[in-house]
């Protein structure tokens, strides 16, 4: 069965510096996601993206947070100069008509 | 005030149990999701519901959209089903899923 990826599985970084989180989406799909979950939390939703557009944002999607699909196959979510606040979780996920929405395994950030 | 909530937080069951899981929500929506999470993070899921009832094995949907209520069942309960078990909705098609805060459901031999 097809699924989404992400990488890094795990990524530790310093407070103000840029991370790129990746994932490569189901391949025919088309609507992208990321969400988030601190630690004890509910997962929360940050951007989505459909035809190489953010459509929606959430109020945590400040300026400090971007993402791309460079390519036609990955899909990154980039944070500018981090904060230990975003440490958290991070899901992508992706979607098509009809489809429920499909996570990827997440990636887990640690800011120090 | 959460858009979704459910009951209970957390949910103990001996093997073999019949389990339900509710979640009500207070937004207008085009589709009621079920997810699992297990230990590790990952999300998978479960059903994507806009009316009635669906049945996968032993997991049992149903939504109320009048009451704005949607109950996840699971019948003959066994450990490998704890989990936690996430209710989201979805206010517009192929839009943001909003999240309640989860289920802890912990099933014992």
């Known amino acids: 069965e097809p699924e989404v990826t992400q990488t890094p599985s795990h990524q530790v970084t310093q407070m103000g510096q840029e991370v790129i989180l990746r994932c490569v989406p189901i391949?025919?799909?088309?609507?992208f996601y990321w969400y988030r979950q601190i630690l004890g939390q509910k997962v929360e939703f940050l951007v989505s993206?459909?035809?190489?557009?953010?459509?929606?944002k959430s109020e945590i999607f400040d300026d400090q947070f971007s993402v791309e699909r460079p390519d036609g196959s990955n899909f990154t979510l980039k944070i500018r100069s981090t904060k230990l606040e975003d440490s958290a979780m991070y899901f992508c996920?992706?979607?098509?008509?009809?489809?429920?929405?499909?996570f990827g395994p997440g990636t887990r950030l640690t800011v120090l | 005030k959460n858009e979704v909530e459910q009951s209970p937080q957390n949910l103990t069951a001996q093997e073999g149990e019949f389990i339900t899981i509710n979640c009500s929500y207070s937004?207008?929506?085009?589709?009621l999701h079920w997810l699992q999470q297990h230990p590790g993070g990952g999300i998978v899921s479960l059903f994507m519901?806009?009316?009635g009832k669906k049945k996968h094995g032993r997991l049992i949907a149903t939504i109320n959209i009048q009451e704005k209520h949607s109950s996840l069942h699971i019948t003959a309960s066994h450990p490998r089903d704890s989990a936690v078990y996430i209710c989201?909705?979805?206010?517009?098609?192929?839009?943001?899923?909003?999240f309640g805060q989860g289920t802890i459901l912990t099933v014992h031999p």
């Open positions: 391949s025919n799909h088309l609507y």
């Open positions: 989201a909705v979805e206010k517009a098609s192929y839009g943001k899923l909003t």
């Open positions: 996920a992706s979607g098509t008509s009809g489809s429920w929405q499909y």
């Open positions: 519901l806009s009316s």
């Open positions: 993206f459909y035809n190489n557009e953010i459509s929606e």
């Open positions: 937004v207008g929506i085009s589709a």
